[in-house]
Structure formats: C-alpha cells, structure tokens
C-alpha cells in the first residue's frame, strides 16, 4: 500500500519521516496526474503547492485551525490529505467537487471560487475565535500572487494590521501566475523577489544545510529565519511593502522545499500576530507538459494523455469564445478607436488573437473586475470604445461600477459575457446565471443573447456601435450550435424562427434557448397545437414585436438559461401588462438557488428545461388534457416522473 493510501486524516502526516515526506510529495504528484487526466480539471495549480499543502496540514490542526484557500481551484492535494481520495468522478455529479465544498468535509471553510476574498473571511474568522475565547487556535489563508491584484485583498489586508492580537497566518503562493503570468505593479514586485540571486543562493543553500547537518542545521536555519523580518530581508528591501503594512513578514521560503516550508510555518504559528509567510512555487511541478505549457501550465484540462498531456478526444466543433475572437479581430481591423480589457483571463475570454494583432490596444488589469469597468467608463469619456471581456460569473463582483460608472455617465461600453448560464463541472460559483436577471435592473442597458455564431457576429457588430449606454452580448461555455435561420426579421429586428398552425403559442428563445423553442413546437405541431417562436436578439429591452405577438396568441412561453425571478419572462410579462395585453406568459428558466457540479445537460434536465417537459406543459395548459403514452423500458431521458411524452418529427418510430 502507498503512503498515500494510508491517509485518512491530517494527522495521520504526524507519523512519517523526513524522507517518507518526500515519497508522499511524489506519489500525490503522480495521483494527481494520473486523475485529472481522466476527469478534467485543475491539473497546474495543484502539482505546484504539493510540499506547502503537506506542510500547512502537518503544522496546523485543521479544522480546528481553519485553512482557507483563495479561489480553491489549488485544494486538490488539500482534499486527498483529508481523506477524500476518489478522484474517479471528479467535477461530475456524485463525484467530488473542484473546489472545496462543505458538504464534503469539515475541513472546508469557504466554497466559492472568485478570487481575492480569502483575507477577508480569514479576517472575520480570527476576530470572531478572538472574541469568543478561542484564541488558541489559528486562522490560516492561502493566496495566491495573483489574487493580490484584487482590491479586496488590500482592503482586507488594512484591516488585518490594525489589529494584532489574534493568530492568524498568510500563506503568499507566489508561483508569477494566476490563470497567465500575473500583470502589473505588483508582479513586479514579486518577480524581483522570485529572480533575486539572494533568493536563489538562499533556496540552494537551506536544502543544502538541511541535506549535510540534519536537525542540527534545521535549527540554524530556523534560527537565522527567525530574525526580526527573515534572514533575506536583512540583505534586501523585499519586505519593506508588507512592513509598512506592519505585518511581519517571513520569507521568501522555497514552497517545494517541505523541511523549510515546515519550519517556517511553525515560526509563523508561534508569532501569536498576524504574519505573511511568502512562498515560492512553480505552477505545473513535476509534470513537464504543463512546464512546458507558455499559455497557462496546464491552469485546467480537459482529458488529457497522462504522459505526454495530448488532449484526447477533442473536437473540432467551433467554441463561441473562438468566434467572439474573430468578430473582435475583425472589429479591431475597421475601427482604431476598439479596444480590449480583461480580469487576468486574456486566453480564456478570447482576447488573446487580438491581442497579438493589436499589442498596444489590450488592457489587462488583473483580477480587478470593478476596476475594469470604472476604467472602461474613463476610456469611453476619452473617445474609446472599450470591449470589456469577462466570465458572466464574475460580472457580479462589478455591478456597481456597470451602474454608477458606465450607466449612469451614458458610456459607451460593450460588454462580452463568456461563459454564461450553465457552466457544468466548475459548480455553484462559476455559473453565469445571474447576468439577465442582474444586468437588466440598470437604465438603458441593452442586453443581446445570439442563439448561434453567426448571430453573435451580427450582435457584437451592432453592439459596437451604440455609445450612449452600456451594451451586453452573452454566450455560454461550449460549442457553437448548427445556425438555425430566420424565416424572417421583424423591423425591431425580431428573428420569426417557426410558424405552425393556428396562433395558439408563442415561444420566445432568449439565444442558445431559442433551438429548445423550435424543438418544443415541432412537438406541439405534432399534438396540434399551433406555434410561433421568436428569438427577439436583443432581450433587453423587450421589443415591439414581442407585444404585437403575444396580443394574438393564448399562452407566451418564455425560455432563457438564466434564473427564474428577475429575468427576461419577468420583464416580458411587465412590459405586456403595461401595454394592456392580457395573455398569460409562463416563464421558463433556473432556479434561484445555487447549483451543484453537473453536466450542463443534467442541470437543464432538472430545471424542466428540456422539450418534451415543456411541450408536456404546454399542452397541459392549452388542452387542458394528459394523454398518457407507451414508455420504452430502456428510456433513461429523465421523464420517468411525468405522464406524457410529446414526440416530435425526429421521434418517429418511437412509442
């Protein structure tokens, strides 16, 4: 048996030898590759904090010392050493989440996934086991250099030096990336530290020490630490940034080294103030495919071949994220005044071809959302253009500034929302299914969901164009579905995708939803029920023709991947009752709850969001009937609790 599978708890650590330590170290190393090149998930961020990981938990008694990680996406070896160590469904529903989970085990504290707010709760933590008698025991946070581009950590970090009685540790992970190389004032600052040959000779000669003298040398090495800000900081002016902040500060400490991490962090937990132990890592250790990665050292993968780090069955299907990049290309190319911002995910949100186009006209700021959006505003007042490129998930975090900043200053600034309603594997935090609902509370916002590429052209295009107020255009995660052409466009732009029978129904599809719609009303043809469904391109506002349409109709459906309350049928079913039309709307989308790791089909399943649940529904209101059918004993599509299946033309041979 591996030492790894003889772990059920942290304090089974307590019992391992120096040298067992490092066998431990590589056989997560191992684990971790051979796992996650099965599932997915985040492979880099986890191979590099192995050594710090192994050492919190030897030093700490979680959960009674409360570890909490910032963003969690590096919790991977934090989860195996707390006895969860089937990996086999990971980021899959019944299986293990991709970042810490209470649900899973006490020794998670904070679940969500947005970075920069670990020093804050660690804050709140230790003020509050400070306050109620506990004062034994530590707090510790874990973040990374990245997250320190965040506001919040700062702000957090003013509030933790005004006050020092309280046992509370800060764990730097300073590995020069957060998704991509970190940017900014602050990198640069770490990267001198992280180049500085005192760093690199002090790296070499504590491993050195502790090889040759063994305990001995140990206790040299922790002495020499141990001095009033750390052995380096007597050589060079490192520490001055934090010590301003009046933080101690211990470091730069090798994270790979596990005696000198170990022997750090116990000179940190014996402090009995705050202190910030700064560690150095390399994203991606031990795997050379992601060392070898320039993009992201493997942040997150897909499946992936455990030896050379291949992809394995990937597709050639066509990402949105892929034709938002062109359309900006293409955009860039007509316009000089366009230019790129994003949050520290260049990559991922699609800037990077434009980037390499036009290097002079993108603006990464970091992980700095609301900052991002107040600067776009200041850029819009100077005659830019800004295309502001951000997961729909973290638009949350700068709600205020799309308010105050860009709203009410009526600046132009288009908004690209990647990733938004059902993101899948990634869980509660990183769905983007509070945009629609969100964003639509602000004046004169305009708000564009294309239901296939070559609509997310057209929209993004016409997006450009509108300086007076903000402009949003949102797509999910995934591929792009076949084009589903209109049968006509409306003058307001409205798109008529179906037409059936008699006026009976009338189905709006808010962007990708809008192939939903077309399946729902070939079923409700087939049942002789007439329909008509819509997809209006710009959902907010509600456009004319969705008014005129609904007035002929019996029933309005309405179908977005957003949440329920505070969506696009909400705002359908106002706007009609303000014109004076009486027909009942039925809004369809999520619910307002947060939504666990699954694949984005099984969530829709569940929220109803599927055709023949909602034709079901449909013919209930209009027939005021059930017509029981046949079921197939094999049939696994998740309608063994309803009384009816609607079978569309595709169906045919079916019972």
């Known amino acids: 048996m591996s030492l790894l599978e003889g772990i059920s708890g942290p304090r089974d ?8 330590l490092h066998i431990l170290a590589d056989e997560i190393r191992t684990f971790l590759v051979e796992n996650v090149s099965r599932t997915g998930g985040h492979l880099g961020p986890n191979l590099g904090v192995v050594e710090m990981t192994i050492a919190l938990h030897r030093v700490f008694d979680s959960p009674n010392d409360p570890i909490i990680f910032d963003t969690g996406h590096q919790s ?13 469904k990971l980021r899959s529903r019944g299986g293990l989440a991709g970042y810490p989970q209470r649900s899973e085990s006490s020794h998670d504290v904070v679940e969500s996934s947005h970075a920069s707010s670990s020093l804050s709760w660690a804050d709140g933590v230790s003020r509050a086991l400070t306050r109620t008698g506990r004062k034994d025991r530590h707090v510790v946070a874990v973040v990374g250099d990245g997250s320190l581009t965040g506001g919040m950590t700062w702000e957090a970090l003013n509030n933790i030096s005004d006050d020092n009685d309280r046992n509370l540790v800060i764990v730097v992970n300073d590995n020069g990336r957060s998704y991509a190389p970190t940017i900014g004032g602050m990198a640069r600052y770490l990267n001198r530290v992280r180049t500085a040959d005192s760093y690199k000779t002090l790296r070499q000669s504590s491993a050195h020490v502790s090889r040759l003298f063994g305990p001995i040398g140990r206790a040299i090495y922790r002495g020499v630490r141990g001095g009033t800000h750390g052995f380096l900081s007597r050589f060079t002016n490192n520490v001055a940034l934090y010590s301003n902040l009046d933080i101690k500060y211990l470091g730069p400490v090798d994270g790979h080294d596990l005696d000198a991490m170990e022997e750090t962090l116990r000179l940190a937990k014996a402090y009995g103030a705050p202190v910030i132990v700064h560690a150095i890592t390399d994203k991606g250790r031990g795997f050379e495919p992601a060392r070898r990665d320039e993009a992201d050292q493997f942040h997150a993968v897909g499946k992936i071949d ?13 990402a949105w994220t892929d034709v938002f990049s062109e359309a900006l290309v293409a955009a860039g190319d007509r316009r000089e005044d366009i230019i790129a911002m994003t949050a520290a995910m260049l990559r991922p949100t699609g800037l990077q071809a434009f980037a390499q186009r036009f290097p002079d006209r993108v603006y990464d700021v970091g992980i700095a959302e609301q900052h991002a959006v107040a600067s776009a505003a200041g850029l819009a007042f100077g005659g830019i253009h800004p295309v502001v490129a951000i997961y729909a998930t973290f638009m949350n975090r700068a709600f205020d500034q799309v308010m105050m900043d860009v709203a009410l200053h009526k600046a132009g600034v288009t908004f690209v929302l990647d990733r938004s309603g059902v993101t899948g594997p990634d869980g509660p935090s990183h769905h983007g299914i509070w945009d629609l609902a969100m964003l639509q509370l602000v004046p004169g916002i305009r708000i564009a969901a294309p239901r296939d590429g070559e609509r997310l052209r057209e929209l993004f295009d016409e997006a450009v164009t509108v300086e007076d107020a903000p402009t949003v255009v949102r797509f999910p995660k995934g591929s792009v579905p076949a084009a589903l052409d209109a049968l006509e466009r409306l003058s307001d732009g409205t798109d008529v995708l179906y037409r059936s029978g008699s006026e009976d129904v009338l ?21 002789g029920i007439g329909a008509t469904v819509v997809d209006p391109r710009w959902a907010v506002p509600i456009q004319p023709a969705i008014v005129e349409l609904a007035a ?10 957003g949440i329920r309350v505070g969506g696009v049928g909400t705002r359908v079913r106002q706007v009609l009752r303000e014109a004076g039309v009486s027909t009942a709307v039925d809004e369809l989308g999520l619910p307002d709850e947060f939504i666990d790791h699954a694949t984005r089909e099984q969530i829709l399943a569940d929220a109803g969001l599927t055709a023949p649940k909602i034709a079901q529904d449909v013919v209930s209101q209009v027939l005021g009937t059930r017509v029981p059918v046949a079921r197939q004993p094999s049939d696994d599509d998740g309608w063994a609790s309803h009384e009816i299946e ?5 169906d045919a041979g079916s019972n």
């Open 76 to 88: 991977y070896v934090h989860k195996l050493l707390t006895g969860r160590q089937d990996f086999s």
């Open 306 to 318: 455990p030896v050379t780090g291949e992809p394995i069955g990937s597709s050639d299907a066509v």
């Open 507 to 527: 189905i709006v599809g808010i962007g990708p939803m809008a192939h939903l719609a077309v399946d729902v009303a070939e079923r409700l043809r087939a049942q």
């Open 646 to 650: 609607l079978r569309g033309p595709s």
């Open 552 to 561: 002929s109709h019996r029933l309005v459906i309405t179908i977005e991947d």
């Open 13 to 20: 650590l307590d019992r391992f030898s120096s040298e067992e």
